[in-house]
């Protein structure tokens, strides 16, 4: 009598399983880190791209400013517009950038706005402390293991 073999063995099915099951943790896995990677790239270009939106609306400002009041390394004051037209700066006509906590803050007339978050430190450097024609701004903005520093340089627009 011959004995003819319908399906398999006990070992084989449980084999089959856990190559499987490996198979498919493999595969998990890979998807897992891909999706780390994704969520943390995505950070950095969100990070970067408020900075370079900020730096841009900074640099834009100082162009149409009269004049740089009070120039100070960590904070910038401009003489933005000349409202009433009597060729002097009242407070409404002010605007000052400085940093509060990790947000950097446009304010004018009393009344600020984030530009950016995460920031580490806001420099500011003039091509003279007394009546200043040229500003250097620098940004540097941190979040986890990500440091970006971006760079606007601007001009005075009446200088």
Same mark, same amino acid.
Do not use: C
């Given at each position: ?53 900020? &730096? ?12 740089? +009041? %009070? /120039?100070?390394?960590?904070?910038? $004051? !401009? ?36 530009? &950016? ?12 402390? +007394? %009546? /200043?024609?040229?500003?250097?701004? $620098? !940004? ?20």
């Amino acid at each position: 009598m011959s004995r003819i073999s319908k399906g398999f063995t006990l070992v084989e099915v449980l084999l089959a399983s856990l190559l499987s099951g490996l198979l498919i943790v493999l595969v998990i896995s890979a998807y897992l880190a891909g999706a780390r990677l994704f969520e943390n790239e995505l950070s950095q270009s969100d990070l970067f791209w408020s900075g370079q939106q900020a &730096a841009e609306t900074m640099a834009a400002r100082i162009r149409e400013s009269q004049a740089a +009041t %009070d /120039p100070q390394s960590d904070r910038l $004051t !401009l003489w933005w517009r000349d409202l009433d037209n009597d060729a002097s700066a009242e407070a409404d006509e002010l605007l000052t950038y400085s940093v509060s906590g990790e947000s950097l803050l446009e304010t004018t007339g009393g009344t600020g706005r984030g530009l &950016a978050r995460a920031v580490h430190s806001l420099v500011f450097s003039y091509d003279g402390l +007394t %009546d /200043p024609k040229l500003v250097t701004a $620098t !940004l540097t903005l941190s979040s986890e293991s990500t440091v970006i520093t971006i760079e606007s340089v601007a001009r005075i627009r009446n200088q």
